[in-house]
């Protein structure tokens, strides 16, 4: 979705695609990849390089606010939705392992939009009882002066507190200070920096954070660039540091392990297939250090609870612009397969252990006469596919009994995004003008089961 979503463009004759959403990537967050890289037909020439397959947000924008929560409409013509009472309810103790988290991602910068509007909408309207957003490392301490920027995100924090709602945050991209190569792109050359920066988030927003996410597809060198390369061992190592930190600080806090892009096989340089990655890391002693094992996966144009390979025997085979899942059937295309495989994975290790779905959700340009490089799946979804594909993988994984928690991506990209281009617009569930899209509305009336 988190930021993250990230594109290769599109050849006449070969489809490569790697998946986000999003939301961590440059700037603030960045939408879901798409999974990289698949043929969707006979290729002729090499694929484009990894590096043009990404799309970013830029740098932290001042622009266009959300709109205060009584004034939110589902659509245009359409009554406004009704606010739910103000009373917030207080939160305590830890998230049980039993409960179903719903969550959506937020545009996690506190100077972009009025937080609290923010907060009181997915709390009163959605009904959420989880939101998260991303932090990223670099941005609040650019350099080792110790002159911090926390004021980028400590509202957000605040108000999702004040709203009673649980947090959940995605901590990301390591300062170019903390790395002899430079860039922010990868882990810190010494791990512990990482564990320290987590330490001080905490001593910051005692009693505010319910759960944190150890980085993010950590299986693409664009974000993971080390000196061993893309390594499910360096990065068991990593999670290790990070969650040792974070329970002692404060146990109750749920560890969520990177989640993983969904990608076609890879050549471990650029990036690795992800049941590949999952494989090495799970034998690494990973479910040691997680509470709960991240997870993502971006819809493309077909439903959640279509197999990969049986999207092309559906309706929308016939009519698809997109013809990836159709033409070409890989796992990486399909959120069941995609997450039912992962829960199998998990599972015959640790039966108890669930999926974290930190980023999921799906693309309509419908309404707008652009889409981003590398979306095109994004025309072949109309906006009653959007809410209705939300609605059913929501249902979906609360009664799989696999996933604990699980983050939509997004809820308004649409409005603090740059336009129907801008690679998390188009999932959104606000668009470009801050007026609810359908999804919304669909999700304000979704039974949410605990």
């Keep these: ?52 397959a990404v799309a970013t947000l830029p740098p932290p924008v001042i622009a266009g606010e959300i709109l205060p929560t009584p004034t939110l409409a589902v659509a245009e013509g359409e009554p406004l939705l009704e606010a739910a009472p103000p009373a917030t309810p207080a939160i305590s103790g830890p998230f ?29 309207q959605l009904g959420m009882n989880w939101v998260k957003a991303q932090i990223q490392w670099w941005l609040v301490e650019p350099d080792p002066t110790g002159d911090d920027q926390w004021f980028f995100y400590d509202a957000v924090i605040d108000e999702a507190h004040n709203k009673g709602l649980r947090l959940m945050l995605s ?29 001080e988030m905490i001593d910051r927003h005692p009693g505010q954070i319910d759960a944190i996410e150890v980085w993010n597809e950590e299986n693409l060198d664009r974000e993971w660039t080390s000196a061993n390369g ?8 990593f999670l290790q540091v990070a969650h040792d930190a974070i329970k002692a600080k404060d146990p109750n806090i749920i560890v969520i392990s990177g989640a993983l892009s969904p990608t076609g096989a890879g050549d471990w340089v650029r990036w690795a297939d992800d049941f590949e990655y999952l494989d090495r890391a799970l034998a690494a002693g990973m479910l040691n250090y997680a509470d709960c094992v991240g997870a993502h996966h971006n819809g493309y144009n077909i439903g959640p609870d279509v197999a990969y390979d049986a999207a092309g025997a559906t309706a929308k085979a016939a009519t698809a612009t997109f013809r990836g899942p159709f033409d070409n059937p890989h796992h990486s295309w399909s959120f069941y397969t995609t997450l039912n495989t992962y829960a199998d994975k998990v599972q015959a290790i640790d039966p108890n252990k669930k999926l974290c779905v930190t980023e999921f959700g799906w693309a309509t340009s419908e309404g707008y006469a652009e889409f981003p490089l590398g979306f095109e799946f994004a025309q072949d979804n109309t906006l009653q596919d959007q809410a209705g594909y939300i609605v059913q993988a929501f249902t979906q994984m609360n009664e799989s009994g696999d996933v604990w928690l699980a983050f939509l991506f997004n809820f308004d990209f ?16 606000i668009d470009t003008q801050g007026i609810p899209r359908p999804a919304y509305g669909a999700l304000a009336d979704m039974p949410k089961n605990p």
Excluded at 414 to 429: A, H, M, Q, R
Aim: with cysteine; proline share 13%; net charge negative.
């Design 230 to 237: 893309i390594s499910p061992e360096d990065y068991v190592r």
């Design 171 to 199: 901590v990301v991209g390591a300062p170019a200070w903390t790395r002899a190569a430079g860039g922010e792109n990868g882990p810190p050359d010494e791990y512990n920096e990482y564990a320290r920066f987590l330490g």
């Design 1 to 52: 979705m988190p930021r993250h979503p990230k594109m290769i463009p599109w050849l006449t004759t070969i489809l490569v695609v790697l998946l986000a959403a999003l939301a961590a990537c440059g700037g603030e967050e960045a939408a879901p990849e798409p999974a990289a890289p698949l043929e969707q037909t006979a290729a002729t020439e090499p694929a484009e390089p990894a590096e043009a």
């Design 96 to 124: 049980s392992p039993d409960s179903f988290g719903y969550g959506i991602q937020v545009h996690g910068n506190a100077t972009v939009g009025n937080p609290a509007d923010t907060m009181a909408a997915v709390h009163d």
């Design 414 to 429: 649409g409005n603090k995004g740059n336009g129907p281009t801008d690679d998390p617009v188009p999932y959104s569930i």
